[in-house]
């Protein structure tokens, strides 16, 4: 009897967990889409101190890593358009 309580004890903790795993990749597509089109529409010159914040930092956490990610693709992005910014 108390195997059975343990084992529903262990599925009832992972639920929750497979829930949020399951949630986690379409949370971070869903984010990283709507990062794209905020970069179209930032102006040159912010563009362009984002991407020297990027380079002057010694460390990264790994949210700003992404944040400059972005930045250097979208500055890839506006350098195929014709424009070097970046």
Do not use: W
Request: hydrophobic share 35%; aromatic share 6%; proline share 3%.
């Amino acid at each position: 009897m108390r195997h059975a309580k343990y084992l529903a004890s262990i599925n009832a903790n992972r639920r929750p967990a497979a829930f949020v795993l399951r949630l986690l990749p379409l949370s971070i597509a869903l984010t990283l889409g709507g990062c794209d089109s905020r970069m179209n529409t930032m102006k040159d010159t912010d563009l362009q101190d984002r991407m020297y914040e990027c380079h002057a930092a010694l460390s990264q956490n790994p949210g700003f890593a992404i944040s400059c990610d972005n930045v250097r693709r979208e500055c890839l992005r506006r350098r195929k358009e014709g424009k070097f910014l970046c």
